[in-house]
């Protein structure tokens, strides 16, 4: 099966690290360009492109993920994954994958989203291990 996996922060890297712990490996990974960090503004790889360099796995990183479109036609995946990926990821992307996509995310979607999910469902009451809102 051949899948795209986008991601970027560190939450993402453990996915795809299970994910290519059982010998999945994605054909293509789509992360966000690395940015400045600090006073010196020295520029930072995302924690994706340091585990795709260490793994040999190819990496774009367009500014806007529609910039992308044609290479992941290309591939013809059967499958999207993403993680953190940072950009709403528009349906004609996410229509290329044959299976479709899964994008799996640290809170109870879709009541708790946005920039802080897990600090927002901590401060509403909810405990470890609860499924329902």
Do not use: W
């Not at 994910?19 to 360009?33: A, N």
């Not at 790889?45 to 290309?74: F, G, V, Y």
């Amino acid at each position: 099966m051949k899948y795209i996996f986008l991601g970027t922060a560190d939450f993402s890297v453990a996915i795809l690290e299970k994910m290519m712990s059982d010998f999945f490996y994605p054909e293509l990974v789509i992360s966000q360009p690395d940015k400045p960090v600090g006073r010196e503004k020295i520029i930072q790889k995302t924690p994706i492109k340091e585990i795709c360099e260490h793994h040999n796995l190819r990496c774009l990183q367009p500014e806007k993920i529609s910039d992308a479109l044609e290479e992941i036609k290309k591939i013809q995946p059967d499958l999207i994954v993403t993680a953190a990926y940072g950009q709403i990821i528009p349906d004609e992307i996410l229509n290329t994958a044959k299976f479709g996509a899964i994008n799996v995310h640290t809170s109870l979607l879709p009541k708790y989203r946005g920039s802080s999910p897990i600090q927002t469902a901590i401060a509403n009451g909810m405990k470890p291990g609860l499924l329902s809102c």
